[in-house]
């Protein structure tokens, strides 16, 4: 019982609640997910959206990172597509520059999510080699990291749109 509620409970989590399990390009439909889960918050949650977003990214990495262990271990690919906690965490990291107060929330939201999966999809220098390196020596980080290098570019990309546009 305990060995199959911790299999249930890791694929659980690393699909990001089965988001993963979609048939077609499932770290674009969990990062969709996530990006109207962020877009929810900075509207519901204005004055604690910088400290729901930290906890959120703090908690998604924990137990993204014992998750995606557990679901390699059992698994025949290095980088399976349906794990997309990885997505999760990448996207909350581009959204910790996010103001919700802001007149541009929206539109940073919209270019932080194409910025986000052009990254995470082509896996342009320095993500592709993080990742390739990573997979090799740490495949559970090689996962993990790529999305959060990714998601920290995004989050540059939206600091230089609103220095350069204000």
């Known amino acids: 019982m305990t060995t ?3 299999i249930f409970s890791a694929d659980f ?9 979609a048939p077609y ?17 900075g509207h ?4 604690q959206f910088s400290y729901l977003v930290c906890t959120l990214l703090c908690v998604t990495t924990i137990i993204g990172l014992w998750a995606t262990h557990q679901v390699l271990k059992n698994s025949k690919s290095r980088d399976p597509s349906f794990i997309t906690i990885d ?11 996010m103001q919700p107060t802001s007149d541009t929330f929206g539109r940073d939201m919209i270019v932080s999510f194409v910025i986000f999966r052009f990254l995470d999809i082509t896996k342009l220098w320095p993500i ?23 998601g920290g570019f995004a989050a540059l990309c939206i600091l230089a749109l609103r220095y350069f546009t204000n």
């Open 25 to 41: 390009a499932p770290g674009t439909v969990t990062s969709a997910a996530i990006y109207i889960l962020i877009f929810l918050l």
């Open 87 to 97: 997505e999760t965490a990448g996207a909350l990291i581009a959204a910790m520059v």
């Open 13 to 21: 989590i690393a699909t990001t609640c089965y988001l993963g399990r």
């Open 44 to 47: 519901s949650y204005t004055s």
């Open 128 to 150: 592709g080699a993080l990742e390739r390196y990573l997979k090799e020596h740490r495949p559970t980080l090689g996962v993990m990291l790529d999305d959060c290098l990714a």
């Open 4 to 6: 199959r509620f911790l």
